[in-house]
């Protein structure tokens, strides 16, 4: 199934989203490598593997669990982290 | 009863205005207004800092705003007035990125849910800033990871607190 990721922060870099292609039955802490794939090819100042293991995933109204099942065309946000105020 | 208002604003249309949110927390029962007010610095880490970008998740950010808010009308009582608005888009140096105000018929209260909530905030609200430098450079801070664990502050000793994050690792902001 195919899932969009909308980036922010760091990720910004990368574009708005990326949409990423994972298996029918994948959860949330399916989503990383696959991102770290997609994103092999840029060149970033920071350390694209690491910061994606320390993100989050999210929807608009919550932070979503590692074990949280996906679903077909699903809009993601990943969350890295956080420095507001 | 009390009121909160949240809200993120683009500063490139509308920037934050203190005394508004000041006003909104001036009510009648009140005895105590309190009032935070984050502005960009003109420095972090020995380099100099020109302003900074600020990228908010809106939605989210807005429901963490709230959840913070309600847990210090939880912690500190249902009479609370409570505004919260967080900038989005660049700041110069002196900019306001946050504006807190927080009203109370007694200054224990106000100070309290005023540091519970900019804690908080800091910690939790999907907000990230890119740093721009005199050397024409810019550079994203790095944040606090975020966790499916709610942050524990001690609502009794909030001024000697740390929040906690993840794993048990602690850390300060400025």
Redesign the interface.
Same mark, same amino acid.
Not at chain 1, 58 to 63: F, G, L, V
């Given at each position: 199934m195919q899932i969009t990721v909308q980036t /922010?922060?760091?990720f910004?870099q990368f574009g708005r989203q990326i949409i990423l292609e994972l298996a029918d039955d994948a959860i949330v802490s399916d989503v990383r490598q696959p991102l770290v794939n997609a994103l092999v090819d840029y060149k970033a100042? /920071?350390d694209i593997d690491g910061l994606v293991e320390?993100?989050?995933f999210?929807?608009?109204?919550?932070?979503l669990?590692e074990q949280h099942r996906l679903t077909e065309n699903m809009l993601l946000?990943i969350?890295?982290?956080?420095?507001?105020? | 009863m009390g009121k909160i208002f949240v809200d993120v604003w683009d500063v490139t249309e509308k920037p934050l205005d203190a005394m508004a949110g000041l006003a909104y927390v001036t009510e009648m029962p009140n005895g105590a207004e309190n009032l935070f007010v984050g502005t960009v610095r003109n420095h972090n880490f020995g380099k100099k800092v020109l302003g900074i970008s600020y990228d908010v998740f809106v939605p989210l950010a807005k429901q963490s705003f709230l959840e913070v808010c309600q847990e210090a009308i939880n912690k500190w009582g249902q009479e609370l007035d409570l505004y919260v608005v967080h900038a989005q888009g660049r700041l110069d140096i002196g900019g306001v990125s946050i504006v807190i105000a927080v009203g109370s018929p007694h200054r224990d209260e106000a100070f309290k849910a005023c540091r519970y909530i900019i804690e908080e905030i800091k910690h939790r609200a999907p907000v990230w800033k890119l740093e721009h430098y005199e050397d024409g450079d810019s550079e994203w801070s790095k944040g606090c990871e975020l966790c499916s664990h709610n942050h524990v502050i001690d609502a009794h000793n909030i001024g000697e607190s740390k929040a906690h994050i993840g794993e048990n690792k602690a850390h300060a902001h400025d």
């Open positions: /922010f922060g760091a910004r100042k /920071f320390s993100s989050r999210a929807t608009e109204t919550s932070i669990d946000t969350l890295p982290p956080v420095s507001g105020g | -």
